[in-house]
């Protein structure tokens, strides 16, 4: 699912966020013009998937002539529109149609401070609304304080959560030793999958999962379980998955650029117009970085493992830049 960048303005300053070298930092928003172009762009591939990103996205000026031109739109049956939910009142009325969903990131009371009570009575209204939504948080420290969700999930009887360890894109480019991080914060992610199976939520992963090598025998079983919960709850994906098959989401900049992912846009973004067509921009990106990006690995030890061989190892590639780049220009160079 492709997605459009509206404004990278945003009323938070999350400290995991990984969209940071792009939020408040240009005040640049998309113009309707280039919005209806990309729209048109789109539709040539028949794509009928569409995310709408920040930024905060309900901060964009234009947001609801947006939505009424993707409401309009036959060819796009579902639109995401990914906020953190503090401004989302001012436009509930223009949400309700079945086409429209929402991933509400909720950040915690200690973030948010007084904030916190307004985005609860928001999630509640979305509920009241009968509009489609799904809750997410981020885990991104050890022994963070997660109880909050839970409590929400309960008050909208929402039994399906999104969820991501997140660290920001600054961190994942100094990172040096990422095993042994994901080995720090594996206990706390752990607990709160057992907190999702005790208070019967179902979640899933986002993406940059816990990779299969720091599991234990007991994790897997955990895992086994909330997989087993998903089945019966009749859901599409594996809530679960530590071996993501990585591939190009496509994110559509204000300046007309196109990025493979938050995570790599701020290395590898291309002009729109070099493209004729979607499917043609995700063969650029397969082939400029996901072919490197499955050789590169993140320690020796990785060399051999089957996970990673087979493109299921569910580590980031932004923790694999440098070693992307190496592999390209070692690969040009006995061209």
Known sequence: MPNIFLTDKCNLNCSYCFASEFVNSTSSVISIENFLKIVQFLKKDGCSELGLIGGEPTLYPYLTDVLDVLKHEDLFTKITL??????????????????????????????????????????????????????????????????????????????????????????????????????????????FLKDCLSNDIVPYYDCCSVPDCVLTDDDRRLMAALAKKANESELAFNPVNTCLTCMPVLDIFPDMTVGRCFGLAKYYRVPLSNFKSLNMIYAYFYNTIDVYARLAYVDEKCEDCRFRLYNKCGICYAYKLKKIDKLKKLCLENI
Not at 138 to 158: A, G, P, R, V
Not at 166 to 175: A, L, M, Q
């Open 82 to 191: 990914f906020t953190n939910g503090l401004e989302i009142d001012n436009f509930v009325n223009y949400l309700t149609h079945e086409k429209f969903n929402l991933l509400v990131n909720v950040n915690s009371p200690q973030n948010l401070g007084s904030r916190y009570e307004k985005l609860s009575k928001n999630i509640e209204l979305l509920k009241s609304k009968n509009i489609n939504f799904v809750l997410g948080i981020n885990i991104y420290e050890e022994n963070m304080d997660y109880s909050y969700i839970f409590d929400l999930l309960k008050k909208t009887e929402c039994s399906q959560l999104r969820f991501s360890m997140s660290v920001s894109n600054d961190t994942k480019e100094d990172s040096k030793n990422i095993l042994d991080d994901f080995k720090k914060i594996k206990p706390t992610i752990m607990s």
